[in-house]
C-alpha cells in the first residue's frame, strides 16, 4: 500500500518529556512537511524538507525538532519546550521539481500531553 | 508574508442549494491557488488547483486577481459535499516552495 503513514494514531504523553512523531513515505517524494492542525486555526507549517539532510523551519518551529536522514522519513520530535503541544500533527510530502505541487497527506498523529 | 483568509468558519446549506466557499488572500507575488478537502475520518487531499482550471466533484474555482479571491463554488449542493474546506496558496520562501493554509470553512449540507 503506497502512501504516507504516520505512527502512532494516538500518543500520550506527560509534561515534560519529549516525544518523536513517526513519518514514512514511500511516494518517492523529495520534500516533506510537518503541520499542527489546531480547531478554528487551520495548518501552520512547523518544518519542511526539500532534500535529504537539509529542512527549514517553518511559521511555528519553537519547540519542535526534525531529522532527514533518509529520503523516506522525515519524524518531528516535539521537546518539552513546546508550550502547548497538545494538537493533531499532520505529515505530507510532495514533488520538489514544479512550483505547483500537490502535497500529500498522511492520516495524522494526535498527541495529547497531560 | 503571504495570508489566505477564510471568512466562514461554518457554511449550512440544504441539499440542492448553490454553495459559494470565500477564499481571499494577500501575497505580492503570482499566486497559486489550491483547494484541499478532508472529509471525516479521511486524510486531507487536494480538490482543486487554480492553474488546471478543472472542475472536480461538480466544484469549481476561478482566481481572481483584481479582487485577490479564490472562491470554491457548486450550483448544486449534495450531502456527501458535507467536510472541512481548506484554501491553500502556494509560495516561494528563499527558493522553497510552501503552502499557506486558510483556516478552513466547515461546508454541512443538510438533506
Known amino acids: 500500500d503506497g502512501g504516507i503513514t504516520q505512527s502512532p494514531k494516538y500518543l500520550f504523553r506527560k509534561e515534560g518529556q519529549n516525544v518523536t512523531l513517526s513519518c514514512e513515505q514511500n511516494l518517492n517524494h523529495d520534500a516533506m512537511y510537518w503541520y499542527r492542525q489546531d480547531p478554528g486555526q487551520g495548518l501552520r507549517l512547523i518544518y519542511y524538507s526539500q532534500i535529504v539532510n537539509d529542512f527549514q523551519k517553518g511559521d511555528i518551529a519553537e519547540g519542535y525538532s526534525v531529522s532527514r536522514e533518509k529520503k523516506e522519513s522525515f519524524p518531528l520530535t516535539v521537546t518539552s519546550a513546546q508550550k502547548n503541544p497538545t494538537a493533531f500533527y499532520l505529515c505530507?510530502?510532495?514533488?520538489?521539481?514544479?512550483?505547483?505541487?500537490?502535497?500529500?497527506f498522511g492520516p495524522g498523529t494526535r498527541l495529547t500531553v497531560t | 508574508a503571504q495570508r489566505v483568509t477564510q471568512p466562514e468558519k461554518l457554511l449550512s446549506v440544504f441539499k440542492g442549494a448553490p454553495v459559494e466557499l470565500k477564499c481571499n488572500y494577500s501575497?505580492?507575488?503570482?499566486?497559486?491557488l489550491f483547494w484541499y478537502v478532508q472529509y471525516s475520518r479521511q486524510r486531507l487531499q487536494l480538490l482543486l488547483r487554480h492553474i488546471s482550471r478543472e472542475s472536480i466533484k461538480g466544484f469549481t474555482a476561478d482566481l481572481n486577481k483584481g479582487e485577490t479571491s479564490f472562491h470554491l463554488k457548486k450550483p448544486f449542493a449534495q450531502e456527501e459535499d458535507s467536510a472541512m474546506y481548506y484554501c491553500?496558496?502556494?509560495?516561494?520562501?528563499?527558493?522553497?516552495?510552501?503552502?499557506?493554509f486558510g483556516k478552513g470553512t466547515m461546508l454541512l449540507v443538510s438533506p
Open positions: 501575497y505580492s507575488g503570482s499566486p497559486e
Open positions: 491553500a496558496l502556494s509560495a516561494q520562501n528563499s527558493g522553497y516552495s510552501t503552502l499557506t
Open positions: 505530507a510530502s510532495s514533488t520538489a521539481d514544479s512550483y505547483s505541487y500537490e502535497q500529500y
